[in-house]
């Protein structure tokens, strides 16, 4: 693979040691080994667990993976963890917990706070099985009043609260069930917050942008650093929205895609004290910033989170889950049964087939993790999925090589 800069310089990326070299090489066949897939009898390593404790919720945002547009990912409904299922929860992270003690618990939606009563509940009960187990609550802030917000600090939470910016960007995607704009009421909300409890909002407050248009990120970013309510407060995640995978997805192109993201370089060459910008390009280039640089020494593991994966998700009708994020129809158990690693051995031996398959001659393997959520994407649309993997890959080279040239990564 290999680019030219503004600048006029030429780079390759070199796949074979995942290095970066000045000027055009010939690229080398890439072939990586990957070690044999072993039965899968327990997680080492998770602390960590999701709890989906309602599938309700009390907006429409247009761009929400459960909104229906998205294949094989569940919809709203009424589906809530009840009462009686507490226990249960408990006892499942008693016997999966690889630390011991100190399980960190994520409540999570549609909107968690809708069960409010239900996270009072399950804290009050797990903090005697797990006095020093860490809580954390995803909510979109509608419903944040002051008394949650005083119970959350009691307790010692981090919180975090969806939030695209002000007004304008904000309400373009994020609307009430009745399609009104919600900015207004949540920033009265986190203002509460900021005012009464300045140090929880300091440390245990994290901000989620999610970035409907990228092209307008500068403007963004600028309103963002202008507010008086959020100027302080750099976003602790920026995602773009995800793309929808079915027949209808177009081949990526990658002059267009430069066309978009080219000029967010620009302005970050130009802007370099816009933290905002700074921190997209840190999340957006990861892969890039910290790939490991050297040849490949004997088999490689599978490049994806399992077994190793620190986090499990418990889902709002007591179904398993490896993470929120992927399709509801890839589940490994119950928090009843526990993990069925015989469905888990089979969603590898399938991850691993597609990766043998696809991923061990490709150029772009060691800068491109597999999640399993790939899986649920339909065989006749993997080919438009892997070129349009490929093509986000020499834009992101591209900008990851414009930005060292300024001395910006």
């Excluded at 680019?3 to 055009?24: K, L, Q, R």
Aim: charged share 25%; proline share 5%.
């Amino acid at each position: 693979m290999t680019i030219t800069t503004t600048n006029g310089f030429t780079y390759s990326y070199n796949p074979i040691d995942n290095a970066i070299v000045e000027g055009c090489i010939p690229g080398e066949a890439i072939k990586i080994p990957f070690e044999d897939a072993n039965p899968i009898t327990h997680f080492p390593s998770i602390d960590s667990f999701t709890i989906g404790v309602t599938e309700q919720c009390n907006m429409r945002c247009s761009y929400c993976c459960y909104s229906g547009i998205y294949n094989k990912h569940r919809e709203h409904s009424s589906a809530r963890l009840r009462e009686a299922n507490i226990e249960a929860c408990i006892e499942f992270i008693e016997r999966t917990v690889a630390n011991g003690d100190n399980p960190s618990i994520d409540f999570y939606g549609g909107e968690s706070l809708l069960e409010f009563g239900w996270v009072q509940s399950f804290v009050a009960k797990c903090s005697k099985r797990f006095p020093k187990a860490k809580y954390e609550l995803s909510t979109n802030g509608l419903i944040l009043t002051p008394q949650i917000v005083d119970w959350l600090v009691e307790h010692l939470f981090n919180v975090f609260i969806s939030i695209d910016g002000p007004d304008q960007y904000h309400d373009s995607c994020r609307k009430d069930r009745n399609h009104s704009g919600t900015f207004q009421r949540i920033a009265t909300n986190i203002a509460h917050i900021k005012e009464s409890y300045p140090l929880f909002w300091k440390d245990n407050v994290h901000l989620m942008m999610t970035i409907p248009d990228i092209a307008k990120l500068p403007e963004l970013s600028e309103a963002w650093m202008y507010h008086p309510i959020l100027k302080d407060k750099i976003p602790f995640r920026m995602s773009e929205v995800a793309t929808i995978y079915d027949v209808t997805t177009p081949l990526a192109d990658l002059e267009s895609e430069l066309n978009l993201y080219l000029p967010l370089v620009a302005y970050r060459i130009a802007n370099s004290e816009n933290i905002i910008v700074e921190t997209f390009f840190k999340t957006w280039l990861g892969e890039w910033i910290e790939r490991p640089i050297g040849r490949i020494e004997g088999k490689e593991a599978y490049p994806t989170c399992v077994p190793n994966n620190r986090k499990l998700y418990i889902d709002s009708k007591e179904k398993i889950g490896i993470c929120e994020r992927i399709s509801d129809e890839i589940r490994i158990g119950s928090i009843e049964d526990g993990i069925n690693f015989s469905e888990v051995d089979r969603i590898v031996g399938t991850l691993s087939a597609f990766i043998d398959r696809r991923c061990s001659t490709c150029e772009i393997a060691r800068v491109c993790d597999i999640c399993p959520d790939v899986l649920s994407i339909p065989d006749e649309i993997l080919d438009v999925y892997c070129h349009n993997q490929k093509i986000l890959q020499q834009v992101k080279f591209r900008c990851f090589c414009e930005l060292a040239e300024a001395n910006l990564i």
